[in-house]
C-alpha cells in the first residue's frame, strides 16, 4: 500500500505493467503464496479494468516473452515495473539466479545505472525491515 | 474498516481507491468478496456494525492498514484522524502508541520516495521528504 504513481499512468502502461509482473512470477517456474499476495497487491493498485484482470491472470498460465512484455512498457511504467519486480522477487525471501538475470536485463533495457538492481534490492531489504517493524508494533501496541 | 477510513473525509480519491484494490489483492480476497466490498464504497458501513466480532489483533491490523490507507493522499484529514482514533479505542490502543503507528506510516513515504529516487521516477516533494 506504498504511497504510489502506477495508478496515475495512462490505462495501456498499466496493463503492459502488469504484464511484466505476470511474466516476472514465472521466472523461477514456482509461484509462492507470498509473490502471488505481492503480484496481486499490485494488480489492484494498477486498477485495471475486469477485462484486463482476467488478461492479466491468463498470462499467469500462459506468460508471453520478456521481450513482448517489455515493447509495450513506456519509461516511466517500465521503471516502477521494474522495481515492483524487484519486490516481487524478494517476497519469498530469496532472489534466485534466473530471476535476477531477468531483472538485470529489464535494467538495461531501461537504461538504468550498472547498480540498479542492488541499490533496489537494499531498498526491499529495507522494505521488509520496515514492515517487520509494522508487525512487531502491534504486538506491542496493547495498553 | 479501510472503506470507512477512506471516506471519513468525504470524498474517495483515486489514490485512496487504488490502495484499497491493493489492500485487497495482498489479502488475496476472492472476486466475489471484492465486489461486495467496492460496493461498500458507495455507501461505508458504520464502525460498530464492522468491529462487532472482529477479534483484537484483526482490529488492529485494520487500524495498522487503516492508518496507511488514510496517509496515501498525502495528508490525514481531521476526520480520518477521528476515525483512526475509534477504531484505536476499540483496539484499546492509547494516544501515545497510536502516534507511534502513524511514526510508523510516515516511514513509508520516506521508503517510497527513496524506491522512486533509485528509479529516476520522482514525485513533487520526495527530495524533501527524504531529507526530513
Known sequence: MLPDTVHKLPQAERFAYAKLLAFMTRVDNELTVEEMSMFE??????????????????ALKKPPSLEECLEGLGEEAGRLALRDAVLMAASDGTVDEDEREVLEEIAEYLDLKEDAINKLLAWTVEGYAWMQKGYELLNDLSR | MLILVAAADGELVREEISAIEAAMGSMMLHPESREEVRQLLSDPPTLESITDGMDEIAIKIALRDSALLASVDGDY??????????????????????????????????????????????MLGDDDIIKN
Open chain 1, 41 to 58: 497487491q499490485r494488480l489492484g493498485t494498477a486498477l485495471l479494468s475486469p477485462k484486463q484482470r482476467d488478461q492479466i491472470r491468463m
Open chain 2, 77 to 122: 484529514d481531521k476526520n480520518e484522524l477521528a476515525s483512526l482514533k475509534k477504531i484505536a479505542e476499540i483496539a484499546r490502543i492509547n494516544k501515545s502508541n497510536l502516534s507511534k503507528l502513524l511514526d510508523w506510516v510516515d516511514e513509508s513515504w520516506k521508503l517510497s520516495a527513496k524506491g522512486r529516487r533509485i528509479i529516476s521516477t520522482p
